[in-house]
């Protein structure tokens, strides 16, 4: 089956098209609102300005696709795989991506507000002024993630990886911070008022310690 079949079934009432292989597809512009493509294979595939809402995306493969303003609005996405995309500007509002893997992928403004991304791997993603307000990041890697103005409000980042991530003026206020580990995550251009804070383990040595404390107690007066 290719695109033009695809719209042509969904066109008719069908919503069930799982296990489909559309490499290199051209969906853009399309409503495909409640579709199941469940464990479909759409990499390198072009879907920008598509809609996605209430679909059912779980495992799907998206690798390398260009998914420009897109709208994935309360879809699940759980385990997707979603490997040097470009999402800019898209929505991703109340979806489930848990455990999905986003590794290298242009985030750049995304709507990512009440999403579950625990467990997802975000690592060297750029995430800059992207919109995580309340989204669940609890066990995520963002190791190398560019978080550039991102919003974070509100987010759980419990157990979250935050290693050698970019967090100019990142806003974490009334977030949740407490992970493992505050080894190569630099707070000192971030917004943590009302944040939960992390402590220092004993991994960490006292002067670190010391370093870390001030630099969280300057980054909450500012």
């Known amino acids: 089956m290719d695109a033009a079949e695809l719209l042509e079934c969904y066109s008719v009432g069908d919503r ?38 209430d679909a ?17 609005s309360r879809s699940c996405l759980v385990r997707a795989s979603l490997n040097r995309v470009n999402l800019i500007r898209a929505v991703f509002c109340d979806s489930n991506l848990r455990q999905a893997s986003l590794r290298n992928a242009d985030l750049r403004l995304v709507n ?50 935050l290693t050698h991530a970019v967090l100019a003026k990142t806003d974490f206020s009334n977030a949740d911070l407490r992970f493992d580990s505050l080894d190569g995550v630099d707070f000192r251009d971030s ?3 009302g944040a939960c804070l992390p402590q220092p ?22």
């Open 201 to 222: 383990r004993v991994t960490v040595s006292a002067h670190e310690s010391v370093r870390l404390t001030r630099t969280l107690l300057a980054s909450i007066r500012e």
């Open 112 to 161: 990512f507000q009440n999403a579950n991304l625990s467990a997802a791997v975000l690592i060297g993603a750029d995430l800059r002024y992207a919109n995580l307000q309340g989204a669940n990041l609890e066990g995520a890697d963002l190791s190398r993630a560019d978080l550039t103005g991102a919003n974070l409000s509100e987010a759980d980042l419990c157990s979250a990886t």
């Open 191 to 193: 917004n943590l008022r």
């Open 56 to 72: 059912n995306l779980q495992e799907i493969t998206l690798d390398g696709a260009m998914l420009w303003r897109a709208d994935f």
């Open 16 to 53: 069930y098209f799982s296990q489909l292989s559309l490499r290199d597809a051209n969906l853009s512009e399309v409503c495909l609102r409640d579709i199941n493509l469940s464990g479909a294979d759409l990499t390198q595939s072009t879907a920008s300005g598509a809609g996605f809402q």
